[in-house]
């Protein structure tokens, strides 16, 4: 189909989770404010439904970051998609207040971004996957544009859509070690509730997850709690549990002026930043869970009963079925010793793989210049850096941690960040008017 048979959209977004959210919001809020020159959007979502780390949202998981850093407010105050309007709308505002805390529920915050995105279920497609992009034959036209090819799920047939600009942002992929697999009993923390909830629980008489950080300690606590027959195993790299920094001046390694100091910074200062404050978000875990899992442990050692194991300085090596078990087989990190154990249920709370465009660009890629690394090369304000023959710009929301540190993908700099990727798009746009 031809550019004049069908509307070029400003911006189209792949993926729409938090990060295109709070852009949708910057672009809507745009438009109000220069009704005479609207954007036009449109994005493109794999997931059948909205959702952001659903199969996480634990009971007693509270959120890590203040409600101040929602979609919008850093951005904007006054903003009608902050967290505090969302309170507002549902008629929570005051007993919210009174639980005198920053920190609200995981499942509330959820509930806040599902109240967001409703907001724009006429420019959303879910079921929906971008499966690559290409310049067209006129690229260099009156009008440029770039090829946008989505597929249905289900389905072998695509459309192409055009777009004068494309922001990625299609999230984290789940890490799992070497050679292990998982099936009905191994899983990874990103869909631990979904696991758990087709599992019949009066199965799981041992259990054991593997990871270090905020998400391993979660898990561990709710199996603890809502398994009380069965022995429950964290089986962890480091000497116990490491505390989370969210100490005033180490949390200012979020503030939106950090991205500045990152990107413009020296090499040595780049790795200052990660060397000194990873403590901040990887592999941590928050001051109240660790004491509370500690508090556990003492209890049983003082009443005589053993059902939380903490397994210190171990590697898992293998894991392979052994009848209806799962046989984990470990490695000390303190004396190279090794040990079976044989579980039930296996959780794997180790992390993500930092989001990679190259799966959605497509034959664009080719177009889009790297470093000495082979990582893309990034402009301050998100737009990968690309051959001449590329017109339009290419965003990428995650997946620049090697050029704006620590907050690329956290919801931290969300808002300010999505508003600097709007920013940038209506300048450019002004500029080729």
Not at 5 to 22: C, H, K, M, R, T
Not at 81 to 91: A, I, K, M, N, T
Not at 135 to 156: F, H, I, Q, T, W
Not at 397 to 423: F, K, P
Request: charged content about 25%; some cysteine; aromatic content about 10%.
């Amino acid at each position: 189909m031809g550019a004049s048979a069908q509307e070029i959209y400003d911006v189209v977004g792949v993926g729409f989770g938090p990060s295109n959210l709070a852009l949708a919001i910057a672009l809507e809020e745009h438009s109000a404010n220069v009704p005479e020159h609207p954007v036009s959007a449109a994005f493109f979502e794999r997931q059948p439904s909205f959702g952001w780390h659903r199969n996480m949202l634990l009971p007693s998981a509270t959120m890590q970051v203040s409600f101040l850093k929602d979609l919008a407010t850093f951005r904007n105050p006054v903003s009608r998609f902050s967290f505090v309007s969302y309170l507002h709308d549902s008629g929570r505002l005051g007993q919210f207040a009174n639980t005198q805390t920053f920190f609200p529920t995981r499942e509330e915050f959820h509930r806040y971004l599902e109240w967001a995105q409703a907001r724009f279920a006429d420019q959303v497609s879910y079921g929906s996957e971008v499966v690559g992009m290409r310049l067209p034959d006129d690229a260099a036209g009156s009008d440029p544009y770039l090829e946008v090819e989505v597929r249905v799920s289900g389905s072998e047939k695509s459309r192409v859509i055009h777009a004068r600009n494309v922001v990625v942002s299609t999230g984290l992929a789940p890490r799992m070690p070497e050679g292990v697999l998982r099936d009905d009993r191994v899983w990874h923390s990103s869909e631990f509730l979904g696991k758990y909830r087709s599992t019949d629980p009066e199965s799981l008489k041992r259990v054991a997850v593997v990871g270090a950080g905020q998400s391993g300690a979660e898990i561990t606590r709710f199996l603890y709690d809502s398994l009380p027959h069965a022995e429950v195993h964290a089986i962890i790299p480091s000497y116990g549990y490491a505390i989370a920094d969210d100490t005033p001046f180490a949390n200012q390694v979020f503030d939106a002026a950090a991205v500045d100091d990152y990107y413009y910074g020296t090499d040595h200062a780049r790795e200052a930043f990660w060397r000194y404050h990873r403590n901040t978000n990887y592999a941590v875990v928050d001051d109240e869970v660790i004491r509370d899992l500690h508090h556990r442990a003492y209890m049983e050692e003082l009443q005589g009963t053993k059902r939380l194991n903490v397994v210190n300085l171990a590697r898992v090596t293998e894991v392979k079925r052994v009848g209806d078990e799962t046989r984990v087989s470990m490695s000390s990190l303190l004396d190279g010793s090794s040990e079976d154990l044989d579980v039930d249920a296996l959780v794997f709370a180790t992390g993500y793989h930092a989001m990679d465009p190259a799966g959605v660009l497509g034959d664009l890629g080719r177009h889009c210049l790297r470093d000495e690394a082979g990582r893309p090369r990034v402009e301050r304000d998100y737009r990968l850096v690309t051959s001449p023959d590329v017109p339009c710009g290419i965003y990428l929301q995650g997946g620049t941690e090697h050029t704006h540190g620590l907050t690329s993908s956290l919801l931290s700099n969300i808002a300010v960040r999505s508003g600097e990727i709007a920013d940038s798009v209506m300048q450019a746009r002004a500029i080729g008017a």
